[in-house]
């Protein structure tokens, strides 16, 4: 949808024109997948696609929030604003006023706000990042309180914790707030210092391949894992006071391994510590222009998301698998989550059909879905658009 269609919208929805319209993305992360809340790097790119959300007052006393994509339409009073609703689409921008009013922002003005995304739902592409941080985006850019995008990205994030119950790390927010087209973001989550590094893909493309997965990152298993990271770093501090596994350098984890002694979290600490070296070896990779280094390793991340992680599941595997097959790829590995969502995978030009009808038709011939696939354009972070 344009924004003059969408703003038609807003003129039907709520009879009156739109005062502002704003924008933020979804994401793709290259590499470095659940290490955001162990306190390691992500190399996330914000994506062309994300969700729009327009606004304009009203003297009712009331936040009104509709969505062109949920058949259901929340009104709530100022004091209904810190109160998660029991199951409804709106706890995500509602969150984010709660958040605000948590750090002392007071609302006492209404709003009609309409939303519209085009990120696929459960795609593990940050639909839910996105509306967080345009809701975060647009109420400060409304009320004047001159957050930082940073910490925009905080409010979403705390926002998914206490309204979506998902202990989420920083990545998404942060990728959505901050993102810059044709560029990666290298974030170290544990100080949120990041560097923008160009993506230059000459005769490459970045392809997302939608396996369409009936079963999305439920918050049980995601948060079972961050609890098993938790686990992991309570047993080895009995040999090394340490507050992230991200600490750990591979020699070091192989020295005090043994000191995890529940065999699943020695699993998942394994990962996270091969994991950030993985990134940290992309991003030199990917900046001294060696996209075949940065291919294997994206291989290798999937292969231990599989392997130690365990949240890839037969639907991303497949996609994984019938990608690398394909001459003409140069990495594909899960990105987001995982149990389902999307793979991303480098792929030369000149595969790029043959990638979609060979991985289509293997893929669906496997598991049974249609595919969908679509070339990533790295886009920028939050903005006004009018
Ligand atoms: C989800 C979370 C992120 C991150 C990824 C895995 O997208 O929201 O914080 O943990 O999973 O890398």
Not at 94 to 101: H, S
Not at 126 to 151: C, P
Not at 256 to 270: G, L, M, N, Q, Y
Not at 356 to 375: D, H, L, N, S
Request: hydrophobic fraction near 40%.
């Amino acid at each position: 949808m344009t924004v003059s269609e969408l703003k038609s919208s807003f003129q039907s929805a709520y009879g009156k024109e739109a005062e502002a319209v704003y924008f933020s993305p979804g994401r793709v992360n290259l590499i470095g997948e659940h290490t955001d809340y162990n306190g390691g790097a992500v190399f996330p790119c914000a994506l062309s696609f994300g969700t729009y959300l327009l606004l304009a007052k009203n003297d009712k006393k009331a936040i009104n929030f509709k969505s062109l994509n949920q058949p259901e339409v929340i009104s709530l009073g100022f004091d209904q604003l810190t109160t998660r609703l029991e199951k409804s689409w709106a706890n995500y921008p509602l969150g984010v006023f709660a958040q605000f009013i948590k750090r002392g922002v007071k609302i006492e003005q209404g709003y009609d706000i309409l939303i519209w995304g085009n990120v696929p739902n459960g795609a593990g592409l940050s639909s839910s990042a996105a509306l967080e941080v345009v809701t975060a985006y647009a109420l400060n850019d409304q009320l004047g309180t001159g957050f930082d995008r940073t910490v925009l990205a905080q409010i979403g994030q705390k926002s998914e914790h206490e309204f979506a119950l998902v202990n989420c790390g920083i990545m998404d927010q942060f990728a959505s707030a901050n993102g810059k087209k044709d560029h990666a973001i290298h974030l170290n989550c544990d100080t949120l210092e990041f560097e923008l590094v160009p993506v230059k893909l000459k005769g490459v493309k970045i392809l997302i391949s939608n396996t369409h997965s009936p079963h999305k990152l439920d918050s049980g298993a995601y948060n079972e894992r961050v609890a098993q990271c938790k686990t992991a770093v309570e047993q080895l501090n009995k040999v090394r006071p340490l507050k992230y596994l991200a600490e750990l350098t591979e020699e070091e984890f192989k020295k005090i391994e043994s000191a995890i002694t529940d065999p699943i979290a020695h699993k998942r600490a394994r990962h996270v510590v091969g994991e950030v070296q993985r990134t940290s070896d992309a991003v030199k990779a990917l900046k001294a222009g060696n996209l075949e280094t940065f291919g294997k390793l994206m291989n290798a991340s999937h292969a231990s998301l599989r392997d130690d992680y365990e949240v890839t599941g037969p639907e991303l595997d497949a996609m994984a698998e019938e990608a690398w097959k394909i001459d003409g790829v140069i990495g594909s590995r899960m990105t987001g989550g995982g149990f389902g969502g999307c793979t991303v995978s480098l792929v030369k030009d000149e595969a790029v059909d043959t990638f979609i009808k060979q991985v289509g038709e293997a893929y669906e011939k496997r598991i049974g879905i249609k595919p969908e696939f679509y070339v990533a354009e790295i886009g920028d972070g939050a903005t006004r658009l009018a």
